[in-house]
């Protein structure tokens, strides 16, 4: 099974960055434990219709059991006017 947000082919898309760390509150560890944020990069950026959509890579970690994975989102912004 491919879970969601594994990579940028299959990111999950938000309609707001908030809606980001909303998923990751959702989502805990298989442990049980909550994400914490390691770091968070910006990996692509395209240009779709009206909108541009930024794709983000967090990397967290668990506080519990320490695992670490990376979850991939798919922001997408209207254009002005
Ligand atoms: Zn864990």
Not at 27 to 36: E, F, I, T
Not at 66 to 76: H, I, K, L, S
Request: glycine share 12%.
């Amino acid at each position: 099974m491919n879970e969601p947000g594994t990579s940028v082919e299959n990111a999950i898309d938000v309609a707001d960055p908030s809606e980001e760390y909303e998923w990751l509150g959702r989502n805990p560890c298989a442990c049980g434990g909550s994400w914490q944020l390691v770091f968070q990069a910006l990996v692509g950026k395209a240009q779709k219709g009206a909108g541009t959509q930024m794709t983000d890579r967090l990397r967290v970690g668990c506080e519990t059991c320490g695992a670490e994975r990376d979850v991939f989102f798919v922001v997408t912004y209207e254009d002005e006017g």
